[in-house]
Every structure is written in C-alpha cells, then in structure tokens.
C-alpha cells in the first residue's frame, strides 16, 4: 500500500517563495476550501507534478511556475511502501528530480525518463491515468471513467487488475513478430538469392565442363593433327635416308673423278709446255736460216727436215692435246655431277635433321598435350575450385533453410502467445473474473446514496444501466448529479478493486469540489456517510468553496488569497475527530 505521509511546495502556480505544506494522513477526511481562484486545487497538480511530472488540470509544465517570482519551483512528497520510506524532490528553474528511498537518493546518472519509468513501473505501479481514476474525483479538468472511449476504460481496469503487464507483454511480442516477420522475408529473400547463386554456379560449372570438354576435343584434335604430322615426318625422313643412300651409292661412280680430274690437269700442263716449246722450236726453224749461237748456215735440208720432224710432233701433241682436253672435259662433268650429288647429299642430310629436330618438337608437343589433356580429365583446379565454391552454397542454403524452419516455428509460438495476450484472450478472462465483483461493488456504492438502479459493465467496458421497470438507460440519459454518484460510485469501486488485487492501493482520495454543483443534498449527505465509514486507512480530501460543510470533516484547510499569493490555514476539528475516533 502507497501511504502518502506530507506534500509540500513553493513557487507553484500562485503560491510563493514560502513552502506550503499539508499533512496527508493526520485526519481521516479533509475538508480544503477557499474562493475561486484562491488555489484550493493547487494540491492536485502538486500531487501530480510531485509523482508524474506534469500538471493535473491541462496546463503547460511552464505555467506551473509562480507568475511573479518565474523560478524555483520545488514541490516534495513523502510516502511509504511497506518498509520503504520514499521522498521524492521535482523542481523547475532549475530542473530538479530526485529520489530518495530510506534516506538515499537513487541513481542519478540515470535518464530523467528512466527514473520516471522506474517511479510508475516498479515503485507506483501506477501512471498518471490510473493515479487520477483512483485517487482524484474532480469536476473540472477531470475525464471521469465514464466519459473515457473503450480503450482508455480498458487502459485502467488493466492497471487496477495489475495486468498491463499482459498488454507491455503483447506489444513486445508484437515487436517481436514484426521482427521475426522481418527475418523470415529476409530469410526468404536470401533464400531465393542463394538458388539463384546455386543455379548459376551450376550453369557456369556446366559451361565449364563444356567448354573443357571442348578444351579436351581441340587437344586431342591437336594431338591427332601432331600425330599425323609425325607419322608424315617420319615417311619424309626415310625417303630422305633413301634418297641419300642412293646419292651416296650414285657418288661411289664419281667419287674417283676429282683426282682422275687433277692428274689430267697436270699431264695438260706437262702437254701445253711441250707444244709450246715444239711451236717455239717449229717457229726458230721457220724464221732462222742461221743459227744465233753459232752463226753457221743452216741448210734448207737440215731446216726442213726440222720442220717436218717438229710439224710431226706438233701435229701428234695437237692431236693428244685435244683428245686429252676431250677427256678432262668429260672428267669435269662428272666432277660437277660428283659436287652436284654431294649438295643433293649434304641438303638431304640437312631436311633430315631438320625433320628429325621437327620430330623432337612434334613428340614434345604431343607428350605436353597428353598431360593438359589429363590434368583438364582429372583434377583440374578451376573445376575443383568451383566444386568447393557450390559445395559452399549449397552448404549456406541448407542453414538458410534451417534457420528459416526454426524462425517460422518462433512465428507459429508467436501467434499462440498473441492469441492469448490479444485483447480477447487472457485478459478478457481475468476481466470476465473479476467484473460480477465490480458490478457488485458499483450497485451498492450507488444503493448507499440512494440512486437504485441496476448498472453493469461487460467485458468491453460498455455500461448497461436498468431501472427498477428494467427500462433501459445510457450515463447520458442522467442529470449532472445522477451522473456524478455513478462516477463517485466507479470511483470507490475501482479503489476497493485495487486493494483486493494488490495492485494499487492508497491511503489518499481527493474529490474536487463535487459538493458544489452536481450532488443534490440528499446525495451529499449520503457521500458523507460512505466517505466517513470508507476505510479506516483511507485520508480522505474533499476540495469545494462550500464553507457550510465544516462541520462534516474532522479538519479543514483554508486557502485564502493575499496580495496575489496563495495561503493556507488549517483547523482540527477536535469533536468531529473525537466522535469519529
């Protein structure tokens, strides 16, 4: 239970650089009364702005700040909670938030939003909705529950019930399945990706294949084409061989011609100095009757007879000179056959070496094709490379797809949680628990101040209301203070909820000025009577501008106007306590 102990202020709203403060729980009921416009309700928005940050009527945060002092506006609550003793300090100009919980300020390296968060969540356990359903009544600024649309209504016995949890709880799963929505698209989409990567490495490992199986084809093509060009090698070497056999067997003919050639030479030269030495002396006996050594005559028997032996001699050296020159002419031909076989020999020799060293080349070549041909058959490390690579995506599509069935079975879980979680599921069920319970308590809060009807909620929060003739009523169909004994009702109901369920319960009511118009005084009247016999541990604060209605209250709280500053007076009524007591 929340029991709020003291709540004090300065520089709020009207009240000035002077703390105002108000004790709490000193009295069973509080009647707080003053003019219009004197500050009577300036409890409420110290209240709210103290608990939840923001003023109670609808304001702005910054018109909180007294008008003529524009600072320092601190407002401090006291409560406690089982064994803990809060106090909680909330400023503006400066900003100011502390808590301080057995007399240690919380973490103040947190965000002002997460100590708020922390305030309402897990030391409240109440936002500023719930706060003003179940502590304050007031006829101004606020929205009885009533006059709230089905979600706001829901909103708040959710709080009462102390299971928002289960709608935190169903937005975070909705998080959750757009999340896991998200993923399994994705997942999808990555899917679909890796197929297509699948598919193609497969097109291209295929058109790999195809084009090394070409690859191959062309080699062995290669190969054949070397083969043949070997095998036609190896026939034109061995018609080379032969035809130099048969040049070398041709050149045995010949071979003696070169020297026969250079004796004839020689016997030639022999030949052609004889007949010049013959001419010379056929010449001398020609031209000379005497001899030059000598001087003797010489006779013209003794010349002719030279003459004719050396016309004989020259005439058998003509004749050997042309048959010898006849012989060397046909010794140099076959000389020129001899050097014309032995080039023949000497080309042959050459194109088989050639062929041979072609031959080398063309073996070589084969031999180098043969293994490119293995390697493209066997092992080839593209092909492996691109084997591992599939293997690889085939690999990553099968974890793709396991993640993708164990995501869609977290959807599937997901979808059950929602169902429960959803409005309609497990909610509804407590709601259904516990609304005979507030229907209950609402027909007999409304029976206490005499208004006899018979009003039910159902499970989406929609009132219906019979008369005693079970005619049929909407809240709209009453007056002003028929409507405010059924908010008033709703009220005490929601509290009484609250502290059976164990959620929210507080010692604090405040009703704010619903005395003064709506209530009839026969409704007044029986208001009174509920509020004095409520809750032993309910404070009760009854805020109006009615001072005839003192003697009801065991203490009451003048606030009066002075010089443009709120103050406030309080009065114990001791007879009103004691009777009471």
Not at 45 to 51: E, G, K, R
Not at 185 to 213: G, P, W
Not at 358 to 376: A, G, P
Not at 451 to 478: G, M, P, Q
Request: with cysteine; proline share 1%; charged share 30%.
């Amino acid at each position: 239970m929340i029991h709020f102990r003291k709540i004090r202020w300065k520089n709020l709203l009207s009240t000035g650089n002077t703390f105002s403060e108000v004790d709490l729980s000193a009295t069973r009921n509080t009647l707080i009364v003053g003019a219009n416009g004197s500050g009577k309700s300036t409890i409420l928005d110290a209240l709210t702005f103290s608990l939840f940050g923001k003023p109670f009527r609808k304001i702005s945060k910054s018109m909180l700040i007294n008008s003529v002092n524009e600072k320092d506006t601190v407002v401090e609550i006291d409560f406690t909670i089982g064994n803990k003793e809060y106090h909680i300090i909330r400023g503006i100009k400066p900003n100011k938030f502390e808590i301080h919980c057995n007399g240690k300020m919380m973490d103040q390296n947190a965000k002002a939003v997460d100590q708020q968060k922390n305030l309402e969540q897990n030391i409240l356990k109440m936002n500023f909705k719930s706060f003003t359903q179940i502590v304050v009544l007031g006829s101004s600024t606020f929205v009885p529950f009533m006059r709230l649309p089905s979600v706001q209504r829901r909103e708040i016995i959710e709080d009462i019930l102390d299971i928002q949890v289960f709608s935190i709880m169903n937005q975070r799963l909705k998080d959750r399945v757009k999340d896991n929505s998200n993923e399994i698209k994705d997942l999808d989409y990555d899917m679909h990706l890796l197929t297509e990567k699948i598919e193609l490495q497969k097109k291209y490992m295929f058109e790999l294949e195809k084009k090394n199986k070409e690859e191959i084809d062309r080699k062995r093509e290669k190969i054949t084409d070397a083969e043949q060009e070997e095998l036609e090698t190896n026939g034109e070497i061995q018609r080379l061989v032969d035809n130099v056999q048969s040049l070398n067997e041709e050149l045995e003919d010949y071979s003696k011609s070169v020297d026969k050639l250079d004796k004839l030479n020689t016997i030639l030269i022999k030949l052609n100095q004889k007949l010049q030495t013959c001419k010379k002396e056929h010449k001398f006996f020609e031209d000379n009757h005497v001899c030059p050594t000598c001087t003797q005559d010489l006779s013209d028997e003794f010349r002719h007879g030279m003459l004719e032996s050396g016309q004989s001699k020259l005439d058998e050296m003509y004749g050997g000179y042309e048959e010898l020159t006849t012989t060397i002419d046909t010794e140099k031909k076959r000389h020129d056959k001899f050097v014309e076989l032995s080039k023949k020999v000497t080309e042959s020799n050459a194109a088989i070496s050639q062929a041979n060293y072609r031959l080398v080349t063309i073996r070589k070549t084969v031999n180098d094709i043969h293994s490119e041909v293995l390697e493209l058959e066997g092992s080839n490390p593209d092909k492996k490379a691109e084997f591992v690579k599939l293997e690889s995506l085939v690999a990553e599509k099968k974890d793709l797809k396991q993640s993708t069935i164990e995501c869609k079975k977290d959807r599937d879980v997901l979808s059950a949680a929602i169902a429960l979680l959803k409005d309609s599921g497990i909610k509804t069920r407590i709601i259904k628990t516990y609304l005979p319970t507030m229907n209950k308590l609402i027909n007999q809060y409304l029976q206490s101040m005499d208004f006899y009807v018979n009003f039910t909620l159902d499970e989406n929060f929609d009132e219906t209301i019979k008369s005693r003739y079970r005619d049929v009523f909407t809240y709209e169909s009453f007056s002003e203070g028929e409507k405010a004994r059924i908010d008033i009702a709703l009220l005490l109901t929601w509290r009484s909820v609250a502290k059976l369920k164990n959620s929210v319960d507080t010692n604090l009511l405040i009703l704010d000025e619903i005395f003064d118009s709506s209530l009839d005084q026969s409704g007044a009247s029986d208001l009174g009577w509920i509020l004095r016999n409520f809750d032993d541990n309910t404070n009760v604060f009854v805020i109006s501008h009615k001072e005839q209605l003192n003697d009801k209250f065991d203490r009451t709280i003048n606030v009066s106007k002075d010089k443009n500053y709120s103050t406030i007076e309080e009065t114990v009524h001791e007879l009103t306590h004691a009777l009471v007591g």
